[in-house]
């Protein structure tokens, strides 16, 4: 995914009532007013403050571009209906609990729940912010993880270079974490010079493509655009890794796997955070 955005939800819907994002179609977005179950022993009432939307992978739901035989994979924790659609899709909410472990209730917190305005789940579905953490900032918890699960599975080491071709919000969290590692030097990579306040904020190099430099141990790719991935691959020097996090869908991807990928015995690895990364699987 490319960037996110976040959206503030108007809190106010009638009682027992709330109002929800579905996707009426390919293209089509629509919303829908539905019940509201009181919650049981055991769950909690959130009202949705803000609701973060992948440009990368909701995009696509949103365009019908999820192949039929990952319709079960791609299904989100909370989601209702079924891909193309009418479907209730997305996994970034953070809101505040208004009922349920007396705990719990005022406290504002993360949920991997669609767009809606308030829901009601399992207490363990929810996750308290720490102190200190904006609510809005928290939408990027989920873009974190997947950060996270992408440095798991690249096992950068002291000392690395590291390069991160596209600036979005995943590419810009990989960075940032990248950038606290001792020795390594870190440099983003986009074609929009725009992003180059935010990735030096973050403790990166930016740079335009022409500007890379080469050599790099260990190459990130989050651009979601194959012209990212042949760049990605022309900045790893030999037995470097490329870590793809881009997801494209039923999109068709020419992989520039000539001129010198083999001579210097690059591995081509994916990442996905629907596992933890097999070093940290474990526990």
Not at 38 to 67: I, K, Q, Y
Not at 85 to 107: F, H, M, Q, T
Request: proline share 7%; aromatic share 6%.
């Amino acid at each position: 995914m490319s960037t996110s955005s976040v959206l503030s939800v108007n809190p106010y819907s009638s009682v027992g009532e709330a109002r929800a994002c579905w996707l009426a179609a390919p293209g089509h977005a629509e919303i829908r007013v539905e019940p509201l179950p009181a919650p049981a022993d055991g769950e909690v009432l959130v009202r949705a403050l803000h609701s973060g939307v992948s440009r990368g992978t909701e995009a696509l739901v949103f365009r019908g571009e999820v192949p039929a035989s990952e319709y079960e994979r791609m299904r989100a924790p909370f989601q209702a209906g079924e891909f193309p659609g009418p479907v209730k899709y997305g996994y970034n909410s953070v809101g505040v609990v208004e009922a349920g472990p007396s705990d719990l209730i005022g406290r504002t917190v993360f949920c991997l729940y669609p767009h809606q305005s308030r829901y009601v789940v399992p207490a363990e579905a929810v996750l308290p912010l720490p102190d200190g953490v904006p609510a809005a900032r928290a939408v990027l918890a989920a873009n974190l993880e997947t950060a996270i699960n992408a440095l798991w599975d690249a096992a950068p080491r002291i000392g690395d270079r590291i390069a991160v071709v596209g600036c979005g919000v995943v590419g810009l969290l990989v960075a940032w974490l990248a950038a606290r590692l001792p020795g390594c030097k870190v440099q983003a990579i986009d074609t929009d010079a725009d992003r180059r306040g935010m990735a030096e904020a973050l403790g990166a190099r930016f740079c335009l493509p022409a500007e890379a430099s080469a050599e790099a141990d260990i190459v990130v790719h989050a651009s979601g655009h194959p012209a990212g991935l042949a760049t990605a691959l022309g900045l790893a020097g030999f037995e470097a890794t490329v870590l793809e996090l881009s997801w494209y869908g039923r999109r068709p991807v020419q992989v520039p796997l000539g001129e010198a990928f083999h001579a210097r015995r690059l591995t081509l690895q994916s990442s996905q955070v629907g596992q933890v990364a097999t070093a940290r699987r474990g526990r």
